[in-house]
């Protein structure tokens, strides 16, 4: 039995032609908070831009997210706190679930900073995702990501 | 919106599965008791009103060569050095 995948394309003004195929999509059914809009995003990945991947919007291409894995800021990351919003994802284990922080970068390199606070909960058996609030959490929305530069 | 007077001790139901609770009344703050479906998230507006403020700072038209910049710093030096400055500095 075949399967036949819908190759698609969007352009990003920034990161170029994108392409990507339809069983590539997340949906984001209430969206991201402030933009509740959005509800379709691929997630795109480069060499150039690791560890950063973009979630980028396919209703606005030139909308985009950087992520972060917050792994890579604390190990400890996403436990207890974030199992009750599971549910609503479909998903019964936090090990099953992509979790990703946004990424504010400026004009200023000096001041980038992870928002650890709202991280994107994503289930990618069924390629749904949520941006959730962590309800009294230690960490920031404005998490400083120090670059160490030679 | 929908206005409502409550005392100390009174309820409000949303829907069929929502209800708030005024529990106290203080001269500068009011605590009040929510009890809603684990589905339903449930934010203090403070919070909510800066995960969207940073949503959009995020967003903003962000040149993909400072992505790479940084993209680049980050592996000359490694997110494991950058790890531990975070963990140093807290």
Known sequence: ?150 | MLILTRKEGQSITIGNNIQISVLEINPKSIRVGIQAPKQISIYRDEIYTKIQEQNRLAAEKVAGANLKQISSILAQNNVQAVKEQIEGRS
């Open chain 1, 1 to 150: 039995m075949e399967t036949t995948e819908v190759s698609k394309s969007l352009l990003s003004p920034s990161l170029g032609e994108i392409q990507y195929d339809e069983d590539q999509i997340i949906i984001f059914p209430s969206g991201l908070i402030g933009f509740e809009e959005l509800t379709s995003f691929v997630m795109y990945e480069n060499e150039d831009l690791k560890p950063f991947i973009c979630l980028v919007s396919i209703e606005e291409p030139a909308i985009y997210f950087p992520l972060l894995d917050p792994r890579l800021i604390d190990t400890e990351y996403g436990s207890d706190s974030l199992r009750s919003e599971l549910k609503g994802l479909g998903m019964s284990s936090l090990e099953d679930a992509l979790i990703f922080t946004i990424v504010t970068i400026g004009n200023d390199l000096a001041q980038v900073t992870v928002n650890l606070r709202g991280p994107l909960i994503v289930n990618p058996k069924r390629m749904l995702g949520e941006q959730i609030i962590l309800i009294d959490s230690k960490y920031m929305v404005k998490h400083p990501l120090q670059l160490v530069n030679n």
